[in-house]
């Protein structure tokens, strides 16, 4: 399945096109048509994760939009930082740089940058932390280390756990991409890849505030909403609960704790869902299965993860259409066919990869490549 949707995302290219490489959701229009999310330098590295090709059609066509010099935002998922990664990956390590070096400066030097994960700081270490593990470039952890000192400084502390302003007119919200758990991530992240335990000192006390909002289902687990204050339970990665376990388990997996082991199971018991509307990464049933195989990693005798995953997978693969180009997956709301990593394609075959043959996520929330990539080769 993840090769045949590959195949159709390939089949879909349309290097003639100025506005965009591959088809997507339109918030790739709102912010830019290179990024990771919803762009094509994400599309990019997932195939190459996928099937380890690299068009040099496609490869050029993100080098002239490059080459326009229009400003690009910082961020993991939307700017440079994740474009930088990806670039890494794809062998193009000098245009990488240029683009880490903009960011990581950004980070640590701009005051309205968010925190978070998807747009902001705790992204932007993330890709620095990749950038060391693809480069052995000992100067990317030395910014990611001036990341989190920013990070802490800004912190506000509600006596549950830290956490970040959001953005002017937004709310404050829980989970992995905009929420405190992603910035619990990265620290995590940051931890592992230095041995420098403060980090995860300060990764629990971040996770703590994501925690202390979960709610008691009927059904006895744990349900996490968008938004503190908010009513609705959301279960997915970008707001909401798998968001908060996939945290979780990074923490557990570098502490041991015993406390988080036994939450676990009921986080799992609460986000599990028997429908899921969307195919998609962010805010679809790729994203419960992606938390459901970090859960695996961890607890690997949980029943729970085999028990939900066969359903979860039956509901995104009713959703795809099968042609003679491929397989094509529909994005948000399921009004148009996307290929891009938010909420088409690409993540739901990353996703699909992973749980075929138990590889890595190739998601960029952990600040690391898969294993064995390295250099651009």
Same mark, same amino acid.
């Given at each position: &399945?993840?090769?045949?949707? $590959? ?36 599309? =990019? ?21 490059? /080459?326009? *010099?229009?400003?690009? +935002? ?12 990806? @670039?890494?990956?794809? %062998? ?7 683009? @880490? ?9 701009? +005051? ?9 700081? $705790? ?34 502390? /509600? ?39 403060? #980090? =995860? ?7 703590? #505030? ?15 909403? $968008? #938004?503190?204050?908010?009513? $609705? ?9 798998? !968001?908060?376990? &996939? ?8 502490? *041991? ?5 036994? =939450?676990?199971?009921? &986080? ?22 992606? &938390? ?33 180009? %491929? ?16 909420? *088409?394609?690409? !993540? ?11 590889? +890595? ?5 952990? %600040? ?10």
């Amino acid at each position: &399945m993840a090769a045949d949707i $590959a195949r159709h995302i390939r089949a879909g290219a349309t290097p003639d096109r100025a506005d965009r490489l591959f088809p997507a959701d339109p918030e790739l229009f709102r912010t830019n048509p290179l990024s990771v999310a919803w762009g094509a330098t994400g599309v =990019l590295r997932a195939l190459r994760h996928l099937d380890g090709g690299v068009d040099p059609d496609h490869l050029a066509w993100v080098h002239r939009r490059l /080459d326009a *010099g229009r400003p690009l +935002p910082p961020g993991l998922y939307v700017g440079a930082a994740g474009i930088g990664v990806a @670039l890494l990956e794809l %062998g193009a390590p000098e245009r990488a740089a240029d683009l @880490l070096e903009s960011a990581a400066v950004r980070a640590v030097r701009d +005051p309205d940058l968010p925190a978070d994960v998807a747009t902001g700081r $705790a992204g932007i270490g993330l890709a620095l932390l990749a950038a060391a593990d693809l480069t052995g470039d000992p100067a990317y952890l030395d910014r990611a280390q001036a990341v989190a000192t920013t990070l802490r400084r800004e912190a506000e502390d /509600d006596g549950s756990g830290l956490w970040w302003a959001p953005k002017a007119g937004t709310a404050r919200s829980i989970g992995y991409l905009y929420g405190s758990s992603g910035v619990a991530g990265f620290l995590t992240a940051l931890a592992v890849a230095t041995g420098q335990r403060q #980090h =995860l000192r300060t990764a629990r006390r971040a996770l703590g #505030h994501d925690l202390d909002r979960g709610q008691v289902r009927a059904c006895g687990g744990l349900g996490y909403n $968008a #938004h503190v204050g908010g009513v $609705a339970y959301e279960p997915y990665y970008s707001r909401g609960g798998s !968001g908060v376990a &996939m945290a979780v388990t990074a923490l557990l997996a570098a502490t *041991g704790d015993e406390r988080l082991r036994e =939450l676990l199971p009921r &986080m799992v018991r609460g986000l599990v869902t028997p429908v899921t509307v969307q195919p998609g990464l962010f805010t679809g049933g790729a994203s419960i299965g992606e &938390m459901l195989l970090d859960v695996r990693a961890v607890l690997p005798a949980e029943p729970q993860v085999d028990a939900a995953l066969e359903p979860l997978v039956a509901a995104i693969c009713a959703v795809c259409r099968r042609g003679p180009d %491929g397989v094509a997956v529909p994005g948000s709301g399921l009004v148009r066919y996307s290929a891009d990593v938010a909420t *088409g394609a690409a !993540g739901v075959a990353l996703f699909l990869r992973r749980l075929a043959d138990g590889t +890595p996520t190739a998601d960029l929330r952990y %600040g690391r490549p898969l294993p064995g990539v390295r250099d651009g080769r």
